[in-house]
């Protein structure tokens, strides 16, 4: 049974600095794309950031290109989102996605191409 784990949200001023990881568990982890979405209150949820299985491509939506950074720990199974720079915009709930498609190429940014989420870490930026 594949889990997801998120941590590390809260509130934070703007200008600062989170990182959320993303811990993974059920399947060999590395096989896998993995993304970071987020939804705010009112809207609809949407893609911040992407990873290949490979960890060679990542992508972001535009608002946050520059300011978050997508990685993996394939060792500990988990990916990470450093999110720096932040702005009262950030402020959503942030859900790690796990694809089921082993070695598929380039990275996802739809939510339906994900088949496994986590439960959601809050993050909050005040201005």
């Known amino acids: 049974q594949v889990q997801l784990v998120e941590s590390g949200g809260g509130l934070v001023q703007a200008g600062g600095s989170l990182r959320l990881s993303c811990a993974a568990s059920?399947?060999?982890?590395?096989?896998?794309?993995m993304g970071w979405f987020r939804q705010a209150p009112g809207k609809e949820r949407e893609f911040v950031a992407g990873?290949?299985?490979?960890?060679?491509?990542?992508d972001y939506v535009d608002s946050v290109k520059g300011r978050f950074t997508i990685s993996r720990d394939n060792a500990k199974n988990t990916v990470y989102l450093q999110m720096n720079s932040l702005k009262p915009e950030d402020t959503a709930v942030y859900y790690c996605?796990?694809?089921?498609?082993?070695?598929?190429?380039?990275?996802?940014?739809?939510?339906?191409?994900?088949?496994?989420w986590g439960q959601g870490t809050p993050v909050t930026v005040s201005s």
């Open positions: 996605a796990l694809q089921s498609r082993q070695y598929r190429p380039g990275v996802l940014k739809t939510s339906s191409e994900y088949d496994y």
């Open positions: 059920g399947r060999t982890f590395s096989h896998y794309g």
């Open positions: 990873l290949s299985w490979s960890g060679s491509r990542t």
